[in-house]
Each structure stands twice: as structure tokens, then as C-alpha cells.
């Protein structure tokens, strides 16, 4: 910006080229920002470099001297954010927020102002001295104090304090605190990224020792990331690398909300940062890589992070999937379940021998319900293995399996291995093929309880998709108990949630019969900070559950269609995906469009 801003100023005849020399050297002393140094040495005067950088950015420019900025504004920027960058919240309409700051054209200020408010920002320009002066009296007069905080978190996630570690179980990187075993202070992660993308601002203007001087900002910038994604109760990261930024993106709550878009010059450090982590090959660059990140806040909570390369057209782009434990709900009666729906399902997980699957497509928390049974399971006298791609949660007393199918360790393999080891219960993460149906069904048959996944549509459908795979239809009837498919929809604020207005004939469309349609009161969220303006917080699933009963057993030996299927198991009592929809809209639990975005109509 240095540079760039003295050849405008250059241009606009409003200082010299001499001018502009004696500036910088000042800067190289003592530092401070350009456009305060040319102030400082009286080669232009603060007015007239507001009036410029307001036209030429376009943007208002204003007094702060005749504003009074409520203390509700002043919070939403903590005072060494305000410090840091020179700038102050001045104003906030609706979800807009409006900051005066000293150097409008910096986006990754602004970007991050805006991550870190869950506002929309405006920006308007003042004076560096003006917006010092503001922030000294509006902040001492009940915006909050302008003494530092106990200990800068940038200093708890720098490299000294934590630890690359290549003795951890399985030979995976871990990404440790000290001995002492410092308690990261979360909240400070806004202060941690405002820091770590300022030092990158400071790198980019200078030729010399790059990538020496890129190195520290970059550890805390990737360990800031982390940390927010902890956080924010993120399921993914997405770190993508395009022609002229580097954007980071994580899936909260079953959506992808953009984090910051970062220098694209940075793009290598930060995978390589990662690969390090991850105890992989920094320099294949080519071929895609999958590894492990552990990270320990604190003596007692861990949270891992897998991670995921893959060389695209302008970079690696890495994904990172969180597994936190602390956050895995394995209470049966927490995951959504209807009433006759969990007694149903609990009737199945608690028979001698049969199978159980559970169905839907990638991302609809079927692991979840599978490690749910698989904890209530859990007893002194029964013994659990488990053959899964990979292991994302570790339970104790369950004899877990990743399969590595690079060294002929499929599903099928592990199954083969668990019949030779007196299982009682076995869990398959996925059934894939024939082989690995067939060897689960025998199990199923031989007086094992097996539990596994499938990925389709919904319960009837998935007899269809075992017979495609090619067993036969009277092994299907006779090794079944029960098929559970669900998917994932959000939760509505509680801070937010209010009202909708929706018709009658709107409700019975979806399914309500006309009496329900009269009385049903949907909700719908508004928005706010708690929930990052996004109207949701948290995830509840959807189950249809479809227990085999005798009179489905002899349909599918008849060879009935799918169709055939699901009418007959509703006549028997089944709840579909959409009929556990409309039961969780009645309960005010989630909005009627979560529900027609998830589903279909019966």
C-alpha cells in the first residue's frame, strides 16, 4: 500500500518524489503508516489526504470529532482490533456496520472486520490522529479500556508454544501445546488473525527476506483458522486456491460461509504449514495427500482435524475435516428420533443377530446414529469390532479397524478377520460390493448383530440396491431387521426465531392435512449474532425407519418393486423423511424450508 499510495499522491501533484524518499526513510526508522509520515513531516496535511483517499477509493469521508458512537457499536470491536488498524465502528443500521477507517483500500481489514461482527461493513475515511483521538475518548467513555489483555494470544499459538510431534499413536503429526498444557482462549482468535494478516501486509511491501519474514505470521495465521473453526462449530475447512486470491471457507452447520480471502502470493506457505502438521510430503506437489492434524486445548480436550490434498489448476487445495469429540452426540434420544421411530430402532439394535443399515448420502450424520448404537452397545460382555474408512472417532472397549485398501485391507478383508475373532456385534462403515454384502449378510445370518451404511434414496429403496449388488432376495428377507435413512436438517435460533406467515394451501401442499393446516404455526429465523445472521444453530436428523416385518419379508421373496415396498411399510406405520419433517415443523423445531430442501413429497 506504501509505495502504491506515494506514487498515487505522486500523480496527483500533491507531494514530490523527494518528498515521497524522505517519508519512506522515516518509515524504515521508525515505522508508522506513509500517509502519517508525509503528514508528519508537513508535506500534505491530514485533510487533504482524507479528501484524496476518499475520492479516489470512492468512499465518504468524515469528521469523528462530530460523531457520538453508541457504547452497543463500540463493543462489537474489541479496542486493540480498533489500535491495530486505525480504525473505529462508527455506526450500525440493521446488519450493516459502518467504520471510519484510516486507509480504506485495505480489504483484508475489512474482510476480517467482517468476519469477526458477523456484519455487513461500510467503510468511510477519517484522519489516522482523528481515529486515534476517537478511539482514546469514545473507548474510555464506556466502549471499554485501553489496557492490553493479560497475555496476547498471538504469543500462546506462535511455534514456541506448541509442538510438532511425531510420536503420536499410528505415527500421525500432532499439533500439541506445551507442557504445561496453556488453555487457548478462543475468543482472542479475531485479536490472533487481525495480527498475523497485518505482519503479511507488513511482508508484502518489502523485497527482501520473504520468506523468512512469512514464516511466523503464517503459523499463527494457520493455527488462528483452526482455532476459529473450533469455534464456530465448523464440520470442514476449505482452504481453495484461485488466479488472484486464496480463499478459506468452512461448512457450519451443513453450509459453506466464506472465512477471508487471503494473499495469493501465501497460497504455498500456508499448505505446506499444513502439510507439516499433517506429517505430509511437502514437496510432492503433484498427487493428491491424506493425513492427521491433533490438537490438544488444554490437559483434557483433543480435536482432530483430517486432512485432505489435492492438486487443482492453481494450487493445492486442502480440506480439512474437524472430528471433536467433546461435540459427538451419542445419546440415541438427541438425534431426532420420533418417539415410535427410536423404539423401533431400539428394539432392532437391541436383537441377538441380524442387520442393521442405515442409509442417505454423504454428510447426513449416518456415522453418528451408528457410533450412537454402537455406544449403547458397549458393554463389559459383549465384544464390538468395527471395520471403518477412515476411524473418525476412538471409543473404548470397541476393537476398531481403519481400512486401508492400498494394502488389501478392504471391508471385506476386516469382515473375513472379525468372523475369526468370536465378534458378537460387528460394524462395517460402508457396504461397497458384493463381496462385502455378501460376507455382512452371512454374519448377519450366523448369529452376529451387524450394523452398516448404504448410500440411497430412502429405506425401501435400499432392498433394491442389495439385490442389484446381487444377493438373493431370500437372504435379504431373512438376514434384515431394519433400515433407518436419514438426512440433516438445521436448527432455528433460539435468539432469532420468529414467526412466518404461511398458507393453508402452502401447508397442505407439503403434506399437512387440512385440519393440521389451520392450526400448524411455522417459524422461521431472522438472524442474528448468535447464529452468525445465518437464522440456524445446530443440526437435528430426520429418520424413516422401516423395520421388516413378515409381510415385507414375503414381498421382497416376491420379487415387489420398490414403490410397492414403501406403500405397504406406510400402511404399516412408517414415517417418512417428509412426515419427520412436518412433525419437527410442528414442534417449532426447523423451518419449512430446511424441510423442502432435504426432502421429497410422499
Known sequence: MS?????????AQLITEDQLKEAVSLQRKEGGRLGANLVKLGYISEEKLVGFLSKQW????????????????????????????????????????????????????????KFMTGYNVEVVVSGESSILQAIATHYRNGGGTLVPSKKATAEILSAKDYT????????????????EGTMIDVDEFDKVIGEALSDIEIVEEKEDNVVQEVERPIVKLVNGILIN???????????????????????????MYTVMNLPVKIKNAVTSRLKIMANLDIAERRLPQDGRIKLKLGKKREIDFRVSTVPCLFGERTVLRLLDKANLQVDLTKLGFEDDALRQFMDAINKPYGMI????????????????????????????????????????????????????????????????QDPDIIMVGEIRDFETAEIAVKAALTGHLVLSTLHTNDAPSTVSRLLNMGIEPFLVAASLILIATQRLVRVLCPSCKVKDTVSVNGLVEIGFSPEEAQSVTCYRGKGCPDCNNSGYKGRLALYEVMPLYDELREMILEGASADELKKTAIRLGMKTLRMSGLAKIKKGITSLDEVLRVTFSD
Open 3 to 11: 509505495v502504491k499510495l506515494g506514487q498515487l499522491l505522486i500523480g
Open 58 to 113: 470512492g468512499v465518504p469521508a468524515i469528521n469523528l470529532a462530530d460523531y457520538r458512537i453508541d457504547p452497543s457499536v463500540l463493543k462489537l470491536v474489541p479496542v486493540e482490533v480498533a489500535q491495530k488498524y486505525f480504525i473505529i465502528p462508527v455506526a450500525r443500521v440493521g446488519a450493516t456496520l459502518t467504520i471510519a477507517m484510516a486507509d480504506p483500500s485495505n480489504v483484508f481489514v475489512i474482510d476480517d472486520v
Open 164 to 179: 510438532f510431534s511425531e510420536d503420536e499413536p499410528g505415527g500421525e503429526g500432532a499439533f500439541a501445546t506445551n507442557d
Open 229 to 255: 473453526a473450533i469455534k464456530e462449530r465448523a464440520s470442514d475447512i476449505h482452504i481453495e486456491p484461485y488466479e488472484n486470491s486464496l480463499r478459506v471457507r468452512q461448512r457450519v452447520d451443513g453450509v
Open 357 to 420: 443399515l442405515v442409509t442417505g448420502p454423504t454428510g447426513s450424520g449416518k456415522t453418528t446414529t451408528l457410533y450412537s448404537a454402537l455406544n449403547y452397545l458397549n458393554k463389559i460382555g459383549v465384544n464390538i469390532s468395527t471395520a471403518e474408512d477412515p476411524v473418525e472417532y476412538n471409543f473404548h472397549g470397541v476393537n476398531q479397524v481403519h481400512v486401508r485398501e492400498d494394502i488389501g485391507l478392504t471391508f471385506a478383508a476386516a469382515l473375513r478377520a472379525f468372523l475369526r
